[in-house]
């Protein structure tokens, strides 16, 4: 079992920036894609942002591409999300996955299907 801990959320106005850490626990996450998925209220869990296992390819829902920023250090075993020009239809509970499979780079890891932890997520509100 694979437990993260996400930080950084928070309430702010609409146009700020926020930047989103997560951590895994007790494991080196290095050869696994990360992912950041998100629920609204009211509506189901979606998919926001994921990075493969070296950091060279990344994947963005349409709804944030240009304003949110998916990285990793390894070295210190951390994924960010770093989230500019925020709207308030972007309140939502962000949360953290941790892939399931080695040295995987492929477009489904823009699917929860292939994340196999999750952390308990942080609450992200935007008024306007």
């Known amino acids: 079992q694979v437990e993260l801990e996400e930080s950084g959320g928070g309430p702010v106005q609409a146009g700020a920036s926020l930047r989103l850490s997560c951590t895994p626990v007790?494991?080196?996450?290095?050869?696994?894609?990360m992912g950041w998925f998100r629920r609204t209220p009211g509506g189901e869990r979606e998919f926001v942002a994921a990075?493969?296992?070296?950091?060279?390819?990344?994947y963005y829902a349409d709804f944030v591409k240009g304003r949110f920023t998916i990285s990793r250090n390894n070295a210190e075993n951390t994924i960010y999300l770093q989230m500019n020009s925020l709207k308030p239809e972007d309140t939502a509970v962000y949360y953290c996955?941790?892939?399931?499979?080695?040295?995987?780079?492929?477009?489904?890891?823009?699917?929860?299907?292939?994340?196999?932890?999750w952390g308990r997520g942080t609450q992200v509100t935007v008024s306007s």
């Open positions: 996955a941790h892939g399931s499979r080695l040295i995987y780079s492929g477009d489904k890891l823009m699917t929860e299907e292939e994340y196999e932890f």
């Open positions: 007790g494991r080196s996450f290095a050869s696994f894609g």
């Open positions: 990075v493969n296992w070296s950091g060279r390819t990344t």
